[in-house]
């Protein structure tokens, strides 16, 4: 084929020769050809798939390839109008031994159709009428491209002859056993065709509004463009009326990545409207960790955990005995533990611990009775002489265990005084007319940020 561009021009009793119509048909040939490789790209069209089932009625289920079309990077048309065996390719391509191999499917043509007895010309040889256009099946190694590394120029020459300019079409696998026949096949790493364009416009009757969430509209209206497999963007998308986005109306302010700007370049997504979601929606909620997706309501109560201080809160009982001393304030104390289990990486510098005194039980010094008190305040108990009021105190301090628990240990303290000295002098002790003094604490362990 030639990368001129000509046609035949016509006028009356014009001398025509054979490579006349030759030029004729090439013209068509080529501007077709161009329409295919410039317009739709290369790959397979339709079908051609590589399957296992009944060929031959009454013969064992075999591995063939289906009918179907496709284009190849010279604009040439491949066409299997029926199954088509595998099993004499294998010997065609001297497959003898087991393994996986690749199938690829590329142009053909013969030259066929002599002419008729006492036309032809005793001088010439190769004299054929028609070039019969079919496909060539090749098997080879899994690990071999037979193509060249760039694709053929579709405004150029796109040669017609497959020996000379072979070009292949990937369909897939199949697994070869010992005794050299088929075992399986899959369709894997196929590319289909494609289209170069910038715009597509869909029917007129696509401007009719369209409710999406109107239950008596079709689910499938006819101004859909529908796309059945995988689509890839490499470069941003967006849906409805383009607006702008001020990175410097955000807030927070946006984290830049590479290459140093926001919004990324590439792979940003606007949509003027609203979005359905049937599905989780992901998201990389651990800055620490971009390997780690969850979803947004993980990712919300994920950012809510380090935001929120924990806050923990609860009542223990603080027991009093004799004591054998007493502090220089003339009070006794006793103490209780509480163990705090966070479900936060929590900063240990802004922990907060409030105490109060929630309920108090009395005792006699004389006879070691208890009785619940009516009141709980500080000052309002008085010793039994009732001429010395005394106080109660509460206290607290949080700290992390040690043992690599990620547990807290909150100590509560309790003083009360002054103490009462009982039992003989050689004996001699100190105690409160107070049994148990219940505490009650609030725990609020901040976040670490």
Not at 379 to 391: I, K, N, Q, T
Request: overall charge negative; charged content about 20%.
């Amino acid at each position: 084929m030639s990368s001129d561009i000509e046609r035949l021009l016509y006028f009356e009793r014009q001398y025509l020769r054979s490579f006349d119509f030759t030029a004729e048909q090439t013209y068509h040939l080529e501007m077709r050809r161009r329409l295919n490789r410039a317009l739709h790209l290369w790959g397979i069209v339709r079908g051609l798939e590589l399957s296992q089932g009944d060929v031959v009625q009454g013969a064992p289920q075999q591995f063939y390839v289906s009918a179907g079309m496709a284009i190849d990077a010279y604009g040439r048309e491949i066409i299997v109008p029926a199954k088509h065996l595998l099993s004499g390719d294998l010997g065609t391509n001297h497959i003898t031994g087991a393994g996986t191999y690749s199938v690829w499917i590329g142009y053909a043509r013969e030259a066929t159709t002599p002419p008729q007895a006492g036309y032809q010309r005793c001088d010439q040889q190769n004299q054929y009428t028609r070039w019969r256009e079919s496909f060539t099946i090749m098997v080879n190694s899994i690990a071999t491209n037979p193509n060249p590394t760039e694709d053929p120029d579709p405004f150029g020459d796109l040669a017609d002859d497959p020996i000379k300019y072979p070009w292949w079409i990937h369909l897939g696998t199949i697994n070869v056993d010992g005794s050299a026949a088929i075992a399986g096949a899959t369709n894997a790493d196929r590319i289909y065709i494609g289209l170069r364009a910038q715009r597509i416009v869909a029917p007129r009757h696509a401007e009719t509004d369209y409710n999406l969430l109107d239950a008596n509209k079709p689910l499938d209206p006819l101004t859909s463009i529908v796309i059945r497999d995988n689509l890839f963007l490499e470069q941003n998308l967006i849906a409805g009326s383009d607006f702008l986005v001020d990175p410097q109306k955000i807030e927070p302010p946006p984290i830049t990545s590479p290459p140093g700007s926001f919004p990324s370049p590439t792979g940003n997504i606007k949509i003027a409207n609203d979005v359905f979601l049937q599905g989780n929606l992901y998201t990389h909620c651990d800055l620490a960790h971009p390997d780690l997706w969850l979803n947004l309501d993980q990712c919300i109560n994920a950012r809510i955990k380090g935001l929120v201080p924990e806050v923990f809160v609860g009542t223990v009982p603080v027991d009093f005995s004799p004591a054998p001393t007493r502090d220089a304030s003339g009070a006794i104390s006793a103490t209780t533990n509480v163990t705090i289990t966070p479900q936060i990486v929590v900063d240990d510098r802004s922990n907060q611990i409030t105490t109060s005194i929630a309920g108090i039980i009395g005792k006699s010094l004389e006879r070691g009775e208890t009785a619940p008190q009516r009141s709980p305040r500080a000052h309002v108990l008085a010793s039994e002489s009732g001429s010395e009021p005394f106080e109660i105190l509460t206290s607290g301090s949080i700290s992390a265990k040690k043992d690599g628990s990620g547990t807290y240990s909150a100590q509560l303290t309790c003083t009360i005084g002054p103490a009462q000295q009982v039992g003989s002098q050689s004996q001699a002790s100190f105690d409160v007319p107070v049994a148990t003094v219940q505490i009650s604490y609030v725990i609020v362990l901040t976040p670490k940020q």
